[in-house]
Antibody
Framework: QVTLKESGPVLVKPTETLTLTCTVS??????????VSWIRQPPGKALEWLAH???????SYSTSLKNRLTISKDTSKSQVVLTMTNMDPVDTATYYC???????????????WGQGALVAVSS | DIQMTQSPSSLSASVGDRITITCRAS??????LNWYQQKSGKAPNLLIY???SLQSGVPSRFSGSGSGTDFTLTISSLQPEDFATYYC?????????FGQGTKLEIK
């Protein structure tokens, strides 16, 4: 049974750094067909993809946010960590982690998602 | 980054209606296009991958088509549980962008 669960602070202050952890189970972060992304959704707004980490530890970042984001993983702990620096109230959102599965034809899709973690940015 | 544009942004329809949502990519993405359904307060759920492949467990009234830059999601006969927001997402590049969403509401 595949599960992903986000954890981290509910509230951060402007200019602080946010650290979120995604703990996965039911699959290995070293599986070549699987990776994990972070995706966020401000209240009432659309999904925004943030960052991705592949099984070989390669990373990909949103162009607009890449200067503020760092993604990493600890395979032994089954955890993927996202840090976002210089938080602002506009970063208030539900943050999701999701598994990206690669099928045998190079098609990739988010087949499992965490429940999401709401993070508010306020002084 | 590849931009994904959905239309319409919102849509009112009745149970039993056939509806179509369109997604356009800013450059050709072959068939590297996925569709998700999101209900209020829940995480998105995968419906269609590779433009037209139905995810396991998804009802057959959902279908997808298209390639290149233009794609569609069709629901053949709306059911009450289908009223939700729908997103397209490209996986042609490894910056996995989403469309802005289409909110499907009951007329």
């Amino acid at each position: 049974q595949v599960t992903l669960k986000e954890s981290g602070p509910v509230l951060v202050k402007p200019t602080e750094t946010l650290t979120l952890t995604c703990t996965v189970s039911g699959f290995s972060l070293s599986n070549a067909r699987m990776g994990v992304s972070w995706i966020r959704q401000p209240p009432g707004k659309a999904l925004e993809w943030l960052a991705h980490i592949f099984s070989n530890d390669e990373k990909s970042y949103s162009t607009s946010l890449k200067n503020r984001l760092t993604i990493s993983k600890d395979t032994s702990k089954s955890q993927v960590v996202l840090t976002m620096t210089n938080m602002d109230p506009v970063d208030t959102a539900t943050y999701y982690c999701a598994r990206l599965l690669s099928d045998g034809y190079n098609y990739n899709y988010f087949d499992y998602w965490g429940q999401g973690a709401l993070v508010a940015v306020s002084s | 980054d590849i931009q994904m544009t959905q239309s319409p942004s919102s849509l009112s329809a009745s149970v039993g209606d056939r509806i179509t949502i369109t997604c356009r990519a800013s450059q050709s993405i072959s068939r590297f296009l996925n569709w998700y359904q999101q209900k209020s307060g829940k995480a998105p759920n995968l419906l269609i991958y590779a433009a037209s492949s139905l995810q396991s467990g998804v009802p057959s009234r959902f279908s997808g088509s298209g390639s290149g830059t233009d794609f569609t999601l069709t629901i053949s006969s709306l059911q009450p549980e289908d009223f939700a927001t729908y997103y397209c997402q490209q996986n042609y590049s490894t910056t996995y962008t989403f469309g802005q969403g289409t909110k499907l509401e009951i007329k």
